[in-house]
C-alpha cells in the first residue's frame, strides 16, 4: 500500500485555505454576476469598464504599485549589495535597523508623514525657509505622498528579500569572473545580477501587490484621491453597495493574478538557471 | 630563469600572520605543488598568487615586473576552484567563453576557441548543457577549460580533484599533467594528497605554519627531506635524536647514549636527528640473528600488529621506540620476545 500519510501533513492548510479563502472569493466572484437572483449578467462589468471615474482610479492604482515596484528594487538593490557584503557582525546590525520600521503600524507611519510632507510641514518649511520654493509644495493627498508612504513601508520587505538572494551568491562565483578578467562592473553585471532575479521577483511581486491593495496608506496619505482599494471600502461601507464592492474586489483579484503570472513568465525568460 | 617570485611576503587575516617572510620561486613551464597539512596556508598563498588577496609586505614579482598591486582581472592567470565556481546561469558555452568576451575577442574566434579548448577537455558536445545538468568530473573539465581558454600566463589549482571518487582523481591528475605538459603553462597545484602531489609535479614545496620546509623535486624530498617536519609528513615514522656526530671515513658515525650509529654520506649536510622509514628497519629474533647486521641495536617487541602484507611491530630499545614492518612471510615474533634491530646506514636520513 502506498503512503498516504504525508498528505495529513498538509491537510489542516488546506482546509483552512478553502473555508477562509477559496470559498468566499469563488462566492465573492460568482455573485458578481448574478446581480438580482436571475440569469447571469455582465453588464455591470462592461458599464464599469465604460466609466471613467473608475477607470482613472484603476490607472491610478496600477501606476502607484508600480511606480513604489520600481523605487523600491531600485533603492533596495544596492542596499542589500551593500549589506550582502558586511561582515557578520555588520550584517545583523543593519538588517535589524532595516527592519526596525516594520515595528510601528501603518498608520503611525502614515501620521508622521503628513507631519513631514503636509503643507506646513517640515519638508515645504525647510524648502521655504532656504529660498528654493516660494509657495509650498502639494505633496500631501496626492498620488505622490501615497508613493512615498508606499515606498517607506515595502523597502524594508524588499530589501530583506534580496539580501537573502545575494548572500546565496558563492562569492567565488564573483573572483572566479574577476579573475577571468570582469572589471567591478562586468561582475555586477554578468553574474551579480543574473542570479538575482528570482530575488527581484519576488520582491517585485510582494511590493506590487502589497501596494495594489494597501488600505490605510492610500486613505490616509491620499486624500480626495482614491484607489481601488478605498474606493471599495466607499461602496461597502459608505454607499452599501456590496455589490459593487464585490465587482471591484474581483478586478482586483484578477489583475493581481495576471501581474504575478506576467512577472513569473519574465523572471523564466531572464533567468535560464535550471 | 624564474617566472614569479614572492619576496619576504607576508599576509595577516585580522592580527594573525599565515604567512610570515615567505619566499617562493617558480621557473618557466614548471607545475610546482603545495603540500601540507591543513591549514597551514596553501590556499592562502595560492589566493596571493592569483591576486585575490593583497599582503601586507613584500613583493610579488611577475616576469621581473611588480605584480604586487595588479587587479586580480588585470593579471591574466586562470585560477580553478575546488568547488569549481561555474557560473550556474551560463551553459557550459557561455561559462568558457566569459574570459575571451571579456576580452572583447571576436565572435567567430571565441566559438573556435571555446570549441578547441572543449576538445582539449573531452567535452565536445556538451556546449548547451547547464552546470546542474553536469556530473563533478564534467564541472571539473568545465573550470580547466573555462581558466585554459584565456591562454593565461599562470594557471593555479586549489586542490581541484579534492570533490571527486578515487578512480576519477587519477585519471583527472593525469589529465591535467599531460595539459600541462602540452601547452607548457607554469602551473601552481594546491593538495593535501601526497601522491597526487608527487606524481604530477617537477617540484614539491612542502609546507609548515606558513613556511616552506623544502622546495625540491619529488624523488629528493622522498629519499632525502630536510627537516624532521617533512621527513614525518612523508613517512619517516622513526626518530633518532642524537648527541653528536663525527665525520668518518666510510660515513658519519652518529652518537646516542653512548651507542654509535653509521650513517652513509648524504648529499646535504643534515642535523642531529635520525629519520628512518618503518619499511627500511629489519628486526631478528635475539638467538638467530645474522653475523653481519648494521648498526645493530638491542630490544623488546612491546606490540605486534597485523597488517595484511605485513606485520607492524612497535619495539622498545635503550635508544628509544620504534615501528617496524616486517614481512609476514616470516614466522611472526611475539610479544614480549626479544630481538635485534638493523637500521640500515643507507636509509638513515639525517634532518634538521
Ligand atoms: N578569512 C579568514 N579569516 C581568518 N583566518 C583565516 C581566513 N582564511 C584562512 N584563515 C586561516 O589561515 C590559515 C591558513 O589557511 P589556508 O586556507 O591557507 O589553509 P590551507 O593550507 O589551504 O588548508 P586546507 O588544506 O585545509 O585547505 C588557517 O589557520 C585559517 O584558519
Ligand atoms: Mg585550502
New interface residues.
Given amino acids: 500500500m502506498r503512503n498516504y500519510y504525508k498528505y495529513l501533513l498538509i491537510l489542516p492548510g488546506v482546509l483552512f485555505l478553502t473555508i477562509f479563502m477559496l470559498v468566499p472569493i469563488g462566492m465573492t466572484i460568482i455573485s458578481t454576476f448574478f446581480p438580482n437572483e436571475a440569469a447571469a449578467d455582465t453588464s455591470n462589468y462592461a458599464s464599469l469598464f465604460r466609466d471613467s471615474y473608475f477607470l482613472e482610479i484603476l490607472w491610478t492604482t496600477l501606476r502607484v504599485s508600480i511606480v513604489t515596484t520600481i523605487i523600491c528594487m531600485v533603492i533596495g538593490f544596492p542596499t542589500a549589495y551593500f549589506i550582502a557584503r558586511m561582515s557578520a557582525k555588520m550584517k545583523a546590525v543593519l538588517l535589524i535597523l532595516t527592519i526596525f520600521p516594520l515595528l510601528t503600524s501603518p498608520v503611525v507611519r502614515s501620521f508622521s508623514w503628513m507631519v513631514i510632507i503636509g503643507r506646513n510641514g517640515l519638508v515645504n518649511e525647510a524648502l521655504m525657509g532656504i529660498g528654493i520654493i516660494q509657495e509650498p509644495l502639494e505633496i500631501l493627498y496626492t498620488p505622490t505622498a501615497v508613493i512615498i508612504g508606499l515606498v517607506h513601508l515595502f523597502l524594508p520587505l524588499t530589501i530583506i528579500t534580496l539580501v537573502g538572494v545575494m548572500e546565496s551568491i558563492e562569492s567565488d562565483l564573483l573572483t572566479a569572473a574577476a579573475s577571468l578578467g570582469a572589471s567591478r562592473v562586468g561582475v555586477f553585471t554578468k553574474v551579480v545580477l543574473p542570479l538575482c532575479v528570482p530575488g527581484l521577483v519576488i520582491g517585485g511581486i510582494l511590493v506590487f501587490v502589497g501596494s495594489f491593495t494597501a488600505y490605510t496608506t492610500p486613505a490616509l496619505l491620499g486624500g480626495q484621491q482614491r484607489v481601488l482599494s478605498t474606493l471599495l471600502y466607499q461602496n461597502a461601507n459608505t454607499l452599501n453597495d456590496w455589490h459593487m464592492a464585490s465587482i471591484l474586489a474581483a478586478i482586483m483579484i484578477v489583475v493581481t493574478f495576471i501581474v504575478i503570472t506576467c512577472m513569473n513568465l519574465l523572471a523564466n525568460k531572464l533567468n535560464p538557471r535550471r | 630563469m624564474s617566472l614569479f617570485t614572492l619576496q619576504d611576503v607576508t599576509v595577516a587575516y585580522q592580527k594573525q600572520a599565515i604567512l610570515q617572510d615567505f619566499n617562493l620561486s617558480i621557473g618557466e613551464g614548471e607545475l610546482v605543488s603545495l603540500l601540507g597539512p591543513s591549514g597551514c596556508g596553501k590556499t592562502t598563498t595560492l589566493r596571493l598568487i592569483?591576486?585575490?588577496l593583497q599582503s601586507k609586505e613584500g613583493k610579488f614579482l611577475f616576469r621581473e615586473k611588480d605584480y604586487t598591486k595588479v587587479?586580480?582581472?588585470?593579471?591574466?592567470?586562470?585560477?580553478v576552484?575546488q568547488?569549481y565556481?561555474l557560473?550556474?546561469?551560463m551553459t557550459v558555452f557561455d561559462n568558457v567563453a566569459?574570459?575571451l568576451r571579456?576580452?572583447k575577442v571576436s565572435k567567430a574566434s571565441i566559438k573556435d576557441r571555446v570549441l578547441r579548448v572543449l576538445d582539449i577537455v573531452s567535452l565536445r558536445g556538451f556546449e548547451e548543457r547547464?552546470p546542474?545538468?553536469l556530473s563533478g568530473g564534467q564541472k571539473q573539465r568545465v573550470a580547466i577549460a573555462?581558466a585554459l581558454v584565456?591562454e593565461p600566463d599562470l594557471l593555479l589549482f586549489d586542490e581541484p580533484l579534492s570533490n571527486l571518487d578515487a578512480n576519477l582523481r587519477v585519471n583527472m591528475r593525469v589529465e591535467i599533467r599531460r595539459i600541462q605538459q602540452e601547452l607548457g603553462i607554469t602551473t601552481v597545484y594546491v593538495s593535501h594528497d601526497q601522491e597526487e602531489c608527487f606524481s604530477i609535479s617537477d617540484k614539491v614545496a612542502i609546507m609548515n605554519k606558513g613556511i616552506i620546509e623544502q622546495l625540491s623535486d619529488p624523488a629528493t624530498i622522498y629519499r632525502q627531506p630536510k627537516t624532521k617536519f617533512v621527513a614525518d609528513f612523508i613517512g619517516f615514522k622513526n626518530f633518532i635524536q642524537f648527541d653528536r656526530r663525527r665525520q668518518e671515513s666510510d660515513g658519519i658515525a652518529a652518537t646516542v647514549q653512548g651507542i654509535t650509529l653509521t650513517v652513509q654520506q648524504q648529499d646535504n649536510a643534515g642535523g642531529l636527528v635520525g629519520a628512518i622509514r618503518p619499511d627500511d628497519l629489519r628486526l631478528y629474533p635475539l638467538d638467530a640473528a645474522p653475523m653481519t647486521v648494521e648498526n645493530a641495536v638491542q630490544g623488546k617487541v612491546l606490540i605486534s600488529t597485523y597488517l595484511g602484507r605485513s606485520y607492524q611491530y612497535e619495539v622498545q630499545t635503550s635508544i628509544g621506540q620504534f615501528t617496524v614492518n616486517d614481512d609476514a612471510g616470516a614466522a611472526p615474533l611475539a610479544n614480549g620476545q626479544d630481538v635485534v634491530l638493523e637500521i640500515p646506514k643507507k636509509q638513515i636520513v639525517l634532518v634538521d
Fill in positions: 592569483a591576486g585575490f587587479p586580480v582581472n588585470k593579471r591574466n592567470f586562470g585560477f576552484f568547488n565556481a557560473f550556474p546561469h566569459f574570459g571579456q576580452r547547464f546542474a545538468a573555462r584565456i
